[in-house]
């Protein structure tokens, strides 16, 4: 999938292919929502490539993640009411039940399950299964370029939501 504006359009796509029965309608719509705001965010300001990903946890929720080329944490930012953007963490404080940020190198990426709450020393565990109920990953980036991407700086920001 192209890195640009229509990638918030094709995670939601993404996302409801992938969608479980388990999981209710509102958290259906919050989900829409956060996985916009993940993938607008990664393509703004992360850059390719971009991975989404989506699992079902059962009564733990659904955990939304999308991995972007940047090591850069996400920024609270001040916006006023007229503001066009920067509602994106606060969002994610609101909507979801937790949420964090991990960085790493791609070539690293085997300790993905261990996640850490932006300014928390806690380390929550995530055993979601994959392959039952809602589940996938996908690439929402475009070409490579001849780079070595496992040698890039990357970052996963994930949020749990819950019924």
């Known amino acids: 999938m192209p890195v640009d504006v229509s990638s918030g359009r094709l995670a939601r796509r993404f996302l409801e ?3 479980c029965t388990t999981h209710e309608s509102a958290q259906r719509a919050q989900a829409h929502l956060l996985i916009t705001e993940l993938v607008s965010n990664a393509v703004r300001y992360g850059g390719p490539p971009i991975e989404v990903e989506l699992n079902c946890v059962e009564e733990a929720g659904v955990l939304l993640s999308v991995t972007d080329g940047s090591p ?3 920024v609270v930012q001040e916006v006023g009411p007229s503001g066009l953007g920067g509602r994106g963490v606060r969002l994610m404080e609101v909507l979801s039940a937790e ?6 190198h791609r070539s690293d990426r ?3 399950d261990d996640r850490v709450h932006p300014g928390s020393t806690q380390r929550r565990r995530h055993g979601g ?5 809602c589940s996938g990953q996908g690439d929402v980036d475009g070409p490579d370029h001849g780079v070595d991407t496992d040698a890039m700086p990357a970052k996963t920001v994930w949020c749990r939501l819950t019924r």
């Open 17 to 19: 292919e992938r969608w």
């Open 110 to 112: 085997d300790d993905r």
């Open 99 to 104: 949420w964090g940020v991990q960085r790493y």
């Open 72 to 74: 850069h944490l996400p």
């Open 129 to 133: 299964h994959r392959g039952a109920g």
